[in-house]
């Protein structure tokens, strides 16, 4: 087992974003990509297509593939990532919160629109954290995600975005009473915009209020990925009109700490402790 170098732990703490090599390994790699295949195949109740009507390719998304597959349970329960997490945010423990997928087929145009993640997730907390896995090679040619570093240190949420234009979320988000997000591409010379080559089996760790967004996919190369959303311990429910309609039936009181079989814990810090 590797640890986060103390350079890795304040990177994540003044940039919100670390780039892992190497997480997975070749195998694990192999085996989330043929889930995520299967899942393009057969897609399940939580499936979602981010195309806007008319648009050319696919960008697909799902979530909440470890209840139904145990593959996806895997890259929780089998890899260094919730670990690694856990040391990055500094957690005495971590819990599972949910995982989803992003695949852009080769000449898919449309954006990931420019958002925060935590504005979409019924909770508080500065510990939450994504562990995005690259399942193909992703470069800036094929869709690579830019992080604006250190946005998560901007004092708090912005209003969702919707990823499709039309559709009742787009409808539902701009009723959201957070402020508008700042327009990051009239802003592009002036911030600090991280975007990282990727191989299969690389991760990028970020934190949960850090604005990214990408680029489409026009090119002939696959750009699939997962991502293993983890809470920490200061993370409390909190439920509101922008929360992801899963997320929202889990039936915890405000103010409550995660719990339940929705919610596993994967690491202690304890267990890291006794093993050294």
Request: aromatic share 10%; proline share 9%.
């Amino acid at each position: 087992m590797r640890s986060p170098s103390t350079a890795e732990i304040e990177s994540f703490a003044r940039d919100g974003v670390v780039h892992l090599p190497g997480l997975l390994v070749p195998a694990m790699t192999a085996r989330l990509g043929a889930a995520v295949d299967r899942a393009m195949a057969r897609p399940g109740p939580m499936a979602l297509d981010f195309n806007d009507r008319g648009t050319p390719g696919r960008f697909f998304g799902d979530m909440f593939m470890w209840r139904r597959d145990p593959d996806f349970g895997a890259a929780f329960f089998e890899t260094e990532a919730a670990r690694m997490a856990g040391l990055l945010m500094g957690a005495t423990h971590v819990h599972l919160f949910y995982d989803q997928i992003f695949a852009k087929e080769p000449g898919t145009p449309q954006r990931t629109p420019w958002h925060q993640d935590s504005p979409y997730w019924p909770v508080t907390g500065e510990m939450l954290a994504t562990a995005y896995l690259a399942l193909d090679a992703i470069d800036p040619a094929n869709g690579a995600v830019e992080y604006v570093a250190g946005s998560h240190r901007w004092g708090g949420d912005f209003a969702p975005a919707p990823f499709r234009e039309g559709g009742r979320d787009a409808r539902r988000y701009v009723k959201s009473p957070l402020p508008p997000l700042p327009d990051i591409e009239a802003q592009r010379a002036t911030l600090d915009l991280r975007r990282f080559v990727l191989e299969p089996g690389d991760a990028v760790v970020f934190h949960g209020r850090l604005i990214h967004g990408a680029g489409g996919n026009p090119s002939d190369r696959r750009r699939r990925s997962v991502a293993l959303r983890f809470a920490g311990d200061d993370v409390r429910w909190r439920p509101h009109s922008g929360t992801f309609r899963p997320l929202a039936q889990a039936g915890l009181a405000a103010g409550a700490p995660l719990s339940g079989p929705l919610f596993p814990i994967l690491w202690r810090a304890e267990d890291d402790a006794q093993a050294s």
